[in-house]
């Protein structure tokens, strides 16, 4: 399971950055995979929602970036994908029978809103490798209190 998100994770990085023609390199950091270990009920199913809000909100994030290194008119869409994505990972996680892992996730899901509204962060963003930069070492980062549950 915990294999599965991390893939997910890694594999929805660079799906959606090569759909939107944005993937210059290899995330290397988000594709690292652990061995899968015995993860707990209440984990697991917590892991499984947090797959689905990847997949169903890192394409529109991947896409509001690249049109943003494109447009910087576009950066309210871009807002709305981080927040929309915060928003998952937090609803993903808040029921969570596991407290550290419902902590965790606030804690990933409070980050990404505060970057969602930081306008130096969308202004960084600039160009494909910007785009790169933002889904995957940041990205990673971001989300590493509530992957490491997960892997």
Not at 32 to 49: F, K, L
Not at 58 to 72: E, F, H, K, R
Not at 103 to 131: E, H, N, Y
Request: charged share 15%.
């Amino acid at each position: 399971m915990r294999r599965t998100i991390r893939t997910l994770l890694a594999g929805g990085v660079l799906l959606s950055a090569a759909a939107c023609g944005t993937a210059t390199g290899t995330p290397t950091t988000t594709a690292a995979s652990a061995p899968a270990g015995n993860v707990p009920p209440a984990v697991a199913t917590t892991c499984e929602a947090l797959g689905q809000a990847y997949g169903n909100n890192l394409p529109a994030l991947a896409q509001a970036l690249s049109t943003l290194a494109a447009d910087p008119k576009t950066v309210a869409a871009a807002q709305k994908a981080l927040a929309g994505f915060a928003t998952a990972v937090s609803d993903a996680t808040k029921a969570s029978d596991d407290a550290q892992l419902r902590a965790d996730g606030k804690q990933a899901a409070d980050q990404m809103r505060a970057k969602s509204a930081d306008p130096k962060f969308l202004a960084t963003i600039k160009t494909t490798k910007d785009v790169d930069q933002a889904l995957g070492p940041t990205l990673t980062q971001w989300l590493s209190p509530v992957t490491r549950h997960c892997e």
